[in-house]
């Protein structure tokens, strides 16, 4: 059973930026970050495959950057420009192995059998 604890959440303005981190328990190549506000279905926000291939949801696009350490045991979801609407919990996610080596970068949730608990991003106008 894989293990993901994520950091960085907080509290900030509009304009301002946030870096979130996600540590796995163990390599783990082919990770996503999700996000969800209460009465919302989670969404696939950025994520990253084993050939270091990116996909981001439109309305971050240009504004987040995911990125993972060499070790491929960390994330990050760097966030700039953070917008009100940006206001979530903030999820970390990873693939099976399998999955990581047959399947193509996915921001489905479907996709991904291991979470971390969250951290709430706070972005105020």
């Known amino acids: 059973q894989v293990q993901l604890v994520e950091s960085g959440g907080g509290s900030v303005q509009a304009g301002g930026s946030l870096r979130l981190s996600c540590e796995a328990s163990?390599?783990?190549?082919?990770m996503a970050w999700f996000r969800q506000t209460p009465g919302k279905e989670r969404e696939g926000v950025a994520a990253?495959?084993?050939?270091?291939?990116?996909r981001y949801t439109d309305s971050v696009k240009g504004r987040f950057t995911i990125s993972q350490e060499n070790a491929k045991r960390t994330v990050y979801l760097e966030m700039n420009n953070l917008k009100p609407e940006d206001t979530a919990m903030y999820y970390c996610?990873?693939?099976?192995?399998?999955?990581?080596?047959?399947?193509?970068?996915?921001?489905?949730?479907?996709?991904?059998?291991?979470w971390g608990r969250g951290t709430q991003v706070t972005v105020s106008s």
């Open positions: 990253i495959g084993r050939d270091g291939s990116t």
């Open positions: 996610a990873a693939r099976t192995l399998i999955q990581c080596n047959s399947g193509s970068t996915s921001t489905s949730q479907n996709n991904y059998p291991y």
């Open positions: 163990d390599i783990r190549r082919c």
